[in-house]
Every structure is written in structure tokens, then in C-alpha cells.
């Protein structure tokens, strides 16, 4: 092999150095290049969870909130409906009362008309 300008002492050597040069990679380099992949994992798995757990909170939160929206449109319309039976009541009332005043002072009226008459 000589002849063809090959030194196997130094194709062994060469092998050796490059075991030797992954060995130290895989101690030096490889082993926290991992570390740092599975904790960058991790995080990422966590970051899924947690957005998960928000988008279901997100939805039961617009649940509650058209629950309470929807509650509150049907408590205005009991209020308001009240109130124009309230109002309602209260317009009768008045005129009920307007009226009586009215006839009051018609007979008063006529009662006067008749008194002056009658003198």
C-alpha cells in the first residue's frame, strides 16, 4: 500500500482521532445541544397546554357573558314592561281624577247658575 502513497499507521491514527473527536462532541456538545431541544420541547408543550386551557376558559367566559347579556335584555324588557303598566295605571288615574274634578265643577257650576236664577 505503500506504493500507492497510503500510510495505514496513519489511516489508524486518523480513525483514533476521529473517534476521539466524537467522543468529546458527544460529551461537549451533543448531550446539551439535546438538553436544550427537549427543555425547548417542554416549554413548547407547556406553551399548548396553557393556550388549551385558555381558549376553554375564552369560551366559557363568552358563554357567561352572553348568559348575563341575555339576562339582562330580559330583565330590561321585564323593567320597561312594568313601567308602561305602571305609567299606564298611573294616565288612567289622572284622568279618572281630571274628569271627577271636571264633573265637580260642572254641577258646582250648574248648582250656581240655578242659585242665581232662583233670586
Do not use: W
Not at 48 to 63: A, P, Y
Request: net charge positive.
Amino acid at each position: 500500500m505503500e506504493k500507492l502513497g497510503i500510510d495505514l499507521k496513519l489511516i489508524v491514527v486518523q480513525i483514533i482521532n476521529f473517534l476521539f473527536l466524537l467522543l468529546i462532541l458527544k460529551k461537549v456538545a451533543y448531550k446539551p445541544i439535546l438538553k436544550i431541544i427537549e427543555e425547548r420541547k417542554r416549554t413548547l408543550e407547556d406553551i399548548e397546554r396553557e393556550k388549551q386551557s385558555i381558549e376553554v376558559s375564552k369560551k366559557e367566559l363568552i358563554e357567561e357573558q352572553k348568559k348575563i347579556l341575555s339576562e339582562a335584555l330580559k330583565e330590561k324588557r321585564a323593567i320597561l314592561s312594568s313601567a308602561r303598566r305602571e305609567a299606564e295605571a298611573l294616565r288612567k288615574e289622572i284622568i279618572e281624577k281630571a274628569n271627577r274634578e271636571a264633573k265637580e265643577i260642572i254641577t258646582g257650576t250648574k248648582r250656581q247658575i240655578e242659585r242665581d236664577k232662583a233670586r
